[in-house]
């Protein structure tokens, strides 16, 4: 049974930075392509970034620059280093893992960007 589980989250100022982990258990981690989204209060979930399984990054134009999306092998673990935070990108920060037609998500983080 796979199991993802995020954590990192936190409460952090404008302008800092926190980093995100996300770790899968249950399977062979190299095979997934594994993705970060996330929901605000009041939002439909949207995506953020995206790692493919030979290390090609895609990002969401409002996280472009300021977020990086990373991935190690042989911790089984994907990590969302975030720099330059707004308040804009409070949220909970979920973790996609996928591969072939199925996927599997982690219940969050909650990451709060205070003014």
């Known amino acids: 049974q796979v199991q993802v589980v995020e954590s990192g989250g936190g409460l952090v100022q404008a302008g800092g930075s926190l980093r995100l982990s996300c770790v899968v258990s249950?399977?062979?981690?190299?095979?997934?392509?594994m993705g970060w989204y996330r929901q605000a209060p009041g939002k439909q979930r949207e995506w953020v970034a995206s790692i493919s399984t030979y290390g090609g990054t895609t990002y969401a134009d409002s996280v472009l620059g300021r977020f990086t999306i990373s991935r190690d092998n042989t911790k089984n673990t994907v990590y969302l280093q975030m720099n330059s935070l707004k308040p804009e990108d409070t949220a909970v920060y979920h973790c996609?893992?996928?591969?072939?037609?199925?996927?599997?998500w982690g219940s969050g983080t909650l990451v709060t960007v205070s003014s």
């Open positions: 249950g399977s062979a981690f190299s095979t997934f392509a």
């Open positions: 996609k893992a996928a591969r072939y037609t199925m996927t599997y």
